[in-house]
């Protein structure tokens, strides 16, 4: 007995349990050209190495860096034709003749930037597995979750806790794992006042994350910008700073006699010299948004005042972990996330549309669908599951 479900395929065997059929080829969006439009394409559905796990994708979101990657922006550009996406969850559906026991067909679990490293190195040996120089990425050096199918390293496969919707996570395992760990290393302790810069995509994660960690949250938004403002407050901040973006560093002194670490999230180069005024002495800058411009600081101020400057990239396997863990919890994070993800519109077709969207919403009033882009657009266009 053949059941269809989407695309997906399903046969009743004579006991009646239903098993998975993958087909010889599945649809992705492709990036063929640095200077094109993602391709939807009909490409031969990837075959599992005996360290591998095949995913049938449930959803994937749309991470900013995957415009950086399509534009060729990145340093070291991906080998096209190359299909993107690193905020992928699916199920599993096969598994490679080495993979243990740890994973099972049926598993969810998410396809993220870090596919797999090289475990050996002295970056992998020492728990800081994002430093490997041997790391592969998916929707990079690897296919990725723009498509009904991708594999992932049975090694790094970090399954989806139980009861999470997989169309509200997707994101956590990029921007989440992003904004968790900037706030972990940031070291602010609950209680203590943490600044994040910029509410959009990253940042409003961000917020709810140190919300949902303990810590008193101030952010600081674009000038007169009063839905930013309203969906900071929503979120749980308790100040927030709209006023000229030269005056920041000093109107946190004054607020909150400084905060003990500042979260920039845009990639401005003034918020980050702005941060370096609004920290206590002792404080911390941790950097995710990505500016082009070089950033001057006094460095008799960083001795001094005995400041660090941290940049951090996503997450080891552990950190996500842990934000898939919190976010769980009767926290704000996922319900939050839910109205981020609501956006509709054929947003993958092409590129471009996702551009103008990203843009559109850089502008928008309303700032919780900064990052939505997100999720299950592209699934509508291509046919899976749909709820
Ligand atoms: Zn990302
Ligand atoms: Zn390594």
Known sequence: ??????????????????????????????????????????VETPKPGPNDVLVKNIACGVCHSDLHIAKGDFPGRPQLPRILGHEGIGEIVELGSNVR?????????????????????????????????????????MDGGFAEYVLMDADFAVKLPDGMDPYTSAPLYCAGVTTYKALKVSKVRAGEWVSIV?????????????????????????????????????????????????????????????????????????????????????????????????MSISTIDFILREIKLIGTTVGTRKDLQEALELAKLPSKVLDNLKTMLCASGNIIKPLNDLEERAEQEKGSADKSTAKSGLVRDFWDLVGPTKR
């Open 101 to 141: 026991d740890h994973l099972k067909k049926g598993n969810i679990i998410g396809v993220q930037w870090l596919h797999k490293t090289c475990l050996h190195c002295e970056y992998c040996l020492t728990g800081r597995e994002t430093l490997c120089k041997q790391q592969q990425n998916s929707g990079f050096s």
């Open 198 to 294: 910029g509410v959009g995509g990253l940042g409003s994660i961000a917020v709810r994350y140190a919300v949902a960690m303990g810590m008193r949250v101030l952010t600081v938004v674009a000038p007169n910008d009063k839905a930013a403002v309203e969906l900071s407050k929503a979120m749980g901040a308790e100040e927030v700073y709209d006023g000229p973006s030269d005056q920041h560093g000093k109107w946190v002194r004054q607020k909150v006699d400084g905060v003990q670490a500042a979260i920039i999230t845009v990639p401005l180069i003034q918020a980050y010299e702005e941060a370096l005024k609004s920290v206590k002495r002792g404080g911390r800058i941790v950097a995710i948004g990505l500016p082009a411009e070089k």
């Open 1 to 42: 007995m053949l059941l269809t479900r989407g695309s997906l395929s399903l046969i009743k065997s004579c006991s009646g349990k239903l098993f998975h059929t993958v087909p010889q080829t599945m649809k992705a969006a492709v990036l063929t050209s640095f200077s094109e439009p993602l391709k939807i394409k009909e």
